[in-house]
């Protein structure tokens, strides 16, 4: 099943812009940009975050690292959308990454046209998919309840995972996830 | 219930949708943490890297100069001379009675854990007795299991106490029923190398065939040169530094090379290549080779899959080439050792640079001076594994080979052998399996590049020679961080010495990007950026990925390349020195600092001012770097002399350090609030661990 985050906002407060061919597609903020350019921009983006994992140096990387390599540039598949990008490749132990680079024109062609599900996550998307959670509307999960859905909902998490959300998550004096406060931190963290 | 689409909330829709979101959200923040935590490491291995080849060319240009290292003293002086040194009522740190027992290794882990010191006598009777017991071993140690249960397998210690002390802590000390086995480099980079040593030494004389001791690549004084143990040992034994350091030179090449195990498992510290023969390497006389990484980066040409190594030839110190030595010389009958003098003149100085300089043109057109055995030795302390088929020269390190899945099976199978064990590659887990498990690496040294970079581990082998391997990480600190904090430590120091590293080539590189700026705007494009980083630095690093963490970029993308340099600069205190020559002194600074210490024979730290001057020729011979004599001239008068006309060099050469201009305050003060006074993170003119 694919999945919008846009499923989460609210009909009403999608924009909708039409297309000459009257079929309808959400609108972004454009940046100005010479397209070849920025094709092979992102291309080079993308072989660059290749090579951080290619420890040979010899253009091979491992194909159980290829996951890590498509989420660190920005897209946000889930477990199954990466399994259907990497069942072609995953019986090979390594893979050439020029070979991949050709795969993933696909990828390239979604950070060019930005299509929502490889789409970085905003904030506010993401405020909205805690408050959904928050059954109670108390402005804050409950440790149990936080565990109890990345654990048993959606595509779980190992226990590896939620001990490590856990560290940085629980405000430790009230053993609660101030979610609100926890997904400011991480943004700046990013930054 | 779901306000959404009023449905119950546990099975609703919208519950799965967000928590598949919040899950692909932190999956992805965890796979860019992942990613920079790579590219840190990257940059720590490749600047290790590139420093060892530094130093493997340092070496192999040293060859030609004989030292006085090698005159140790008879044994019998040696003794005579332990018994005259006197240990003063005041010291309250262990003493040894030999032969020793367990209640001496005992007082030593004790004393260690206190941070105190062993009295030079009992170091130097130690490392005496050391070498007598690893005299008697063969090249190659054959072990067996049938005795105990397990034996523990260890790897590289690198000088620090914590892990080793984690270690007997987590696995109990070494007795009969509990066998060790430490697979090399125990010293350089930590700061506790000659306690290890003596820890290590001390139970080999206790228990002399359940502790084993297997040679690494670091157990070499020239390495200990540039990276640490000789500075630790000057430092802690000041005028008894010399011989311990000479007696240790002796011990180290005593260490055994390969140990195997029932007959079934290889170790050896750093690999195999396709030229390696067992057989070979039990026969000759492991003692002659006292600076493995002085023979390796004359090459070694390929033809196909054969080594073909040329006439092995001996050199005397005037250059004439005497009659090639026959391999049996070096095998078990005795060998004629030409006389080499202790003291050289200035004119035979001079005569050294020249032949050194002749010999190194002649490099090209033929290798000279190979030892087939010096090299089969380099192959088996400086080779890693790979994962192609194939065996070819370790280009990341200058020495050794990279040997690929076809090499193993091949010498695995002519020796009737069902793993390959061995050290020397720093891994994130402690460990690593490769070559369809027939290649473990294993590694003792947690936090090796910086706290938080990495976790050590151990491995302990059945009877049925089925590894098992327990990992740790030695953590100063009692809060609990999180990955992120983590990540960011070990980032923050990985892109400050890579930050420096940009800094030590500044003129280079500006030159490199003016080619791409010839109307001189600034700016370049990220693809010009990178390559010309790439080819001045010579680091095989993702560029691209890092652009953002090094320089600034301008409105339109493109690379403002000098921002890389404007907060940073050479601090060269009272010195006054030429600005060209201040960067070249900061950036050969630890080349300078070996070839001072080798020509400081009494290791006082101090140097004539003609012995300055012959440094300078000799580091231009080896680097080609042209300094005229005015300008050494000048630098040896701005500089601060004794009274008796010698100078402190390695209080000169600290003096250039590279400092920051505008302290970031915020960013100091965020790590400085990550790391909780943490003494890993050095701020410069400080002295760091």
Redesign the interface.
């Given at each position: 099943m694919r999945?919008c985050?846009y499923?989460?906002v609210p009909f009403e407060q999608r924009k909708k812009v039409k297309r000459k061919d009257k079929s309808f597609h959400l609108s972004f903020p454009k940046k100005e940009r010479d397209p070849q350019t920025k094709r092979s921009?992102i291309q080079?983006?993308i072989t660059?975050?290749f090579?951080?994992?290619d420890?040979?140096?010899?253009k091979?990387v491992d194909v159980r690292e290829i996951?890590?390599?498509?989420?660190?540039l920005?897209?946000?598949?889930?477990?199954g959308e990466l399994h259907d990008m990497l069942a072609e490749v995953s019986s090979l132990p390594?893979v050439i990454f020029s070979s991949i680079l050709k795969f993933t024109k696909a990828l390239i062609f979604s950070l060019l046209c930005r299509r929502p599900e490889y789409r970085?996550?905003p904030e506010d998307?993401?405020l909205?998919?805690?408050e959904?959670?928050d059954?109670n509307k108390c402005g804050h999960l409950t440790k149990e309840e936080l565990v109890k859905?990345?654990t048993e909902?959606?595509?779980?998490?190992t226990q590896e995972?939620m001990e490590?959300?856990l560290?940085?998550a629980v405000d430790p004096e009230t053993n609660t996830v101030r979610y609100k406060d926890y997904i400011t931190m991480?943004v700046v963290?990013?930054n | 219930v779901c306000l959404l689409c009023q449905t119950w909330h546990f099975f609703c829709f919208h519950t799965i949708k967000a928590a598949i979101l919040i899950q692909r959200w932190y999956r992805c923040y965890m796979a860019r943490l992942e990613m920079r935590r790579q590219y840190a490491l990257s940059i720590f291995q490749s600047i290790e890297y590139a420093e060892e080849q530094a130093q493997l060319q340092l070496s192999s240009f040293f060859t030609f100069i004989p030292s006085d290292f090698n005159t140790a003293g008879s044994d019998v002086q040696l003794l005579e001379y332990e018994q005259t040194i006197e240990v003063p009522d005041s010291y309250h740190g262990p003493r040894l009675s030999f032969p020793l027992t367990v209640a001496d290794t005992n007082s030593l882990l004790h004393a260690f854990k206190r941070q105190q010191q062993l009295h030079a006598r009992y170091v130097l009777q130690l490392l005496h007795e050391t070498k007598k017991v690893l005299k008697q071993m063969p090249n190659i140690i054959h072990l067996s299991t049938s005795y105990s249960k397990e034996i523990t397998i260890c790897g590289d210690l690198h000088g620090k106490l914590d892990d080793l002390l984690l270690i007997f802590y987590k696995n109990g000390l070494p007795s009969e029923e509990n066998p060790y086995l430490f697979n090399g480099d125990f010293v350089d980079r930590g700061k506790n190398s000659i306690e290890i040593l003596i820890i290590l030494f001390a139970f080999l004389l206790v228990y002399p065939n359940h502790l084993h001791l297997n040679r690494g690549n670091h157990e070499d004084h020239i390495m200990n040169l540039r990276y640490g143990f000789t500075k630790e040992i000057t430092k802690k034994y000041r005028s008894h530094s010399k011989k311990i350091l000479n007696l240790l030179q002796d011990v180290y090449s005593w260490l055994p090379l390969a140990a195997i195990i029932d007959n079934k498992v290889l170790i050896v510290h750093g690999g195999i290549s396709d030229a390696t023969d067992l057989d070979f390497l039990n026969l000759f006389k492991r003692n002659k080779v006292r600076e493995p990484s002085s023979s390796s980066s004359y090459g070694r040409r390929y033809k196909g899959d054969l080594l073909d190594v040329g006439e092995p030839m001996w050199l005397l110190h005037d250059g004439v080439n005497s009659s090639p030595l026959l391999e049996a010389q070096y095998l078990e009958s005795s060998v004629r050792m030409p006389s080499v003098p202790p003291e050289l003149t200035a004119k035979e100085w001079k005569q050294v640079c020249e032949t050194n300089t002749e010999l190194l043109q002649n490099k090209t057109k033929k290798p000279t001076c190979i030892y087939k055995w010096n090299l089969f030795v380099v192959d088996i302390l400086w080779s890693d594994p790979k994962n192609q088929n194939g065996c070819t020269p370790n280009k990341f390190r200058g020495g050794g080979c990279c040997f690929g899945p076809d090499v193993t099976a091949r010498l695995l199978k002519r020796y009737n052998l069902k793993m390959l064990i061995r050290s020397h590659e720093c891994k994130q887990e402690g460990y690593e399996i490769s070559h369809d498990g027939k290649v473990i690496t294993i590694f003792s040294a947690s936090n090796y590049y910086e706290n938080g970079s990495n976790r050590g581990a151990y491995l302990k082998l059945n009877p049925d020679l089925v590894p098992r391997f327990v990992q740790y990480q030695v953590s100063k600190y009692t809060r609990q961080q999180t990955l992120h904090q983590r990540v960011s430590v070990v980032e923050w120091s990985a892109l400050k010495s890579l930050r420096e590293k940009l800094y030590s080539r500044r003129s280079e590189l500006i030159a490199a990007f003016r080619q791409y700026d010839p109307n001189d705007t600034g700016r370049i494009s990220t693809s010009e950026w990178a390559s010309a980083v790439e080819s001045v630095l010579n680091l095989a690093l993702p560029w691209r990925t890092l652009r953002s963490r090094l320089v600034q970029l301008a409105q339109d993308g493109s690379v403002e390349y000098l921002s890389s340099f404007s907060d940073l600069e050479i601090d060269s205190r009272e010195h006054m020195v030429q600005p060209a020559l201040v960067e070249t002194l900061y950036r050969f600074r630890t080349d300078l600092e070996i070839i001072f210490n080798i020509i400081d024979k009494d290791h006082s730290g101090l140097i004539s001012i003609e012995e300055f001057r012959q440094t300078w020729k000799l580091f231009n011979s080896h680097l080609k770097i042209d300094i005229d004599d005015e300008s050494i001239d000048n630098l040896a008068h701005s500089i601060d002399f004794n009274k008796d006309g010698s100078i402190d060099f390695n209080e000169f050469l600290e003096a250039f350090h590279v400092v920051n201009k505008f302290e970031n305050k915020a960013e100091h003060c965020r790590i400085s609030n990550l790391l909780d006074s943490c003494p890993c993170f050095s701020i410069p003119g400080l002295s760091g661990t």
């Amino acid at each position: 099943m694919r999945y919008c985050l846009y499923d989460l906002v609210p009909f009403e407060q999608r924009k909708k812009v039409k297309r000459k061919d009257k079929s309808f597609h959400l609108s972004f903020p454009k940046k100005e940009r010479d397209p070849q350019t920025k094709r092979s921009d992102i291309q080079k983006k993308i072989t660059d975050a290749f090579e951080v994992f290619d420890h040979e140096c010899n253009k091979t990387v491992d194909v159980r690292e290829i996951g890590t390599i498509i989420r660190s540039l920005g897209c946000c598949p889930s477990e199954g959308e990466l399994h259907d990008m990497l069942a072609e490749v995953s019986s090979l132990p390594f893979v050439i990454f020029s070979s991949i680079l050709k795969f993933t024109k696909a990828l390239i062609f979604s950070l060019l046209c930005r299509r929502p599900e490889y789409r970085p996550i905003p904030e506010d998307v993401l405020l909205r998919a805690f408050e959904v959670l928050d059954v109670n509307k108390c402005g804050h999960l409950t440790k149990e309840e936080l565990v109890k859905y990345m654990t048993e909902e959606g595509e779980p998490f190992t226990q590896e995972e939620m001990e490590e959300m856990l560290s940085a998550a629980v405000d430790p004096e009230t053993n609660t996830v101030r979610y609100k406060d926890y997904i400011t931190m991480m943004v700046v963290d990013e930054n | 219930v779901c306000l959404l689409c009023q449905t119950w909330h546990f099975f609703c829709f919208h519950t799965i949708k967000a928590a598949i979101l919040i899950q692909r959200w932190y999956r992805c923040y965890m796979a860019r943490l992942e990613m920079r935590r790579q590219y840190a490491l990257s940059i720590f291995q490749s600047i290790e890297y590139a420093e060892e080849q530094a130093q493997l060319q340092l070496s192999s240009f040293f060859t030609f100069i004989p030292s006085d290292f090698n005159t140790a003293g008879s044994d019998v002086q040696l003794l005579e001379y332990e018994q005259t040194i006197e240990v003063p009522d005041s010291y309250h740190g262990p003493r040894l009675s030999f032969p020793l027992t367990v209640a001496d290794t005992n007082s030593l882990l004790h004393a260690f854990k206190r941070q105190q010191q062993l009295h030079a006598r009992y170091v130097l009777q130690l490392l005496h007795e050391t070498k007598k017991v690893l005299k008697q071993m063969p090249n190659i140690i054959h072990l067996s299991t049938s005795y105990s249960k397990e034996i523990t397998i260890c790897g590289d210690l690198h000088g620090k106490l914590d892990d080793l002390l984690l270690i007997f802590y987590k696995n109990g000390l070494p007795s009969e029923e509990n066998p060790y086995l430490f697979n090399g480099d125990f010293v350089d980079r930590g700061k506790n190398s000659i306690e290890i040593l003596i820890i290590l030494f001390a139970f080999l004389l206790v228990y002399p065939n359940h502790l084993h001791l297997n040679r690494g690549n670091h157990e070499d004084h020239i390495m200990n040169l540039r990276y640490g143990f000789t500075k630790e040992i000057t430092k802690k034994y000041r005028s008894h530094s010399k011989k311990i350091l000479n007696l240790l030179q002796d011990v180290y090449s005593w260490l055994p090379l390969a140990a195997i195990i029932d007959n079934k498992v290889l170790i050896v510290h750093g690999g195999i290549s396709d030229a390696t023969d067992l057989d070979f390497l039990n026969l000759f006389k492991r003692n002659k080779v006292r600076e493995p990484s002085s023979s390796s980066s004359y090459g070694r040409r390929y033809k196909g899959d054969l080594l073909d190594v040329g006439e092995p030839m001996w050199l005397l110190h005037d250059g004439v080439n005497s009659s090639p030595l026959l391999e049996a010389q070096y095998l078990e009958s005795s060998v004629r050792m030409p006389s080499v003098p202790p003291e050289l003149t200035a004119k035979e100085w001079k005569q050294v640079c020249e032949t050194n300089t002749e010999l190194l043109q002649n490099k090209t057109k033929k290798p000279t001076c190979i030892y087939k055995w010096n090299l089969f030795v380099v192959d088996i302390l400086w080779s890693d594994p790979k994962n192609q088929n194939g065996c070819t020269p370790n280009k990341f390190r200058g020495g050794g080979c990279c040997f690929g899945p076809d090499v193993t099976a091949r010498l695995l199978k002519r020796y009737n052998l069902k793993m390959l064990i061995r050290s020397h590659e720093c891994k994130q887990e402690g460990y690593e399996i490769s070559h369809d498990g027939k290649v473990i690496t294993i590694f003792s040294a947690s936090n090796y590049y910086e706290n938080g970079s990495n976790r050590g581990a151990y491995l302990k082998l059945n009877p049925d020679l089925v590894p098992r391997f327990v990992q740790y990480q030695v953590s100063k600190y009692t809060r609990q961080q999180t990955l992120h904090q983590r990540v960011s430590v070990v980032e923050w120091s990985a892109l400050k010495s890579l930050r420096e590293k940009l800094y030590s080539r500044r003129s280079e590189l500006i030159a490199a990007f003016r080619q791409y700026d010839p109307n001189d705007t600034g700016r370049i494009s990220t693809s010009e950026w990178a390559s010309a980083v790439e080819s001045v630095l010579n680091l095989a690093l993702p560029w691209r990925t890092l652009r953002s963490r090094l320089v600034q970029l301008a409105q339109d993308g493109s690379v403002e390349y000098l921002s890389s340099f404007s907060d940073l600069e050479i601090d060269s205190r009272e010195h006054m020195v030429q600005p060209a020559l201040v960067e070249t002194l900061y950036r050969f600074r630890t080349d300078l600092e070996i070839i001072f210490n080798i020509i400081d024979k009494d290791h006082s730290g101090l140097i004539s001012i003609e012995e300055f001057r012959q440094t300078w020729k000799l580091f231009n011979s080896h680097l080609k770097i042209d300094i005229d004599d005015e300008s050494i001239d000048n630098l040896a008068h701005s500089i601060d002399f004794n009274k008796d006309g010698s100078i402190d060099f390695n209080e000169f050469l600290e003096a250039f350090h590279v400092v920051n201009k505008f302290e970031n305050k915020a960013e100091h003060c965020r790590i400085s609030n990550l790391l909780d006074s943490c003494p890993c993170f050095s701020i410069p003119g400080l002295s760091g661990t």
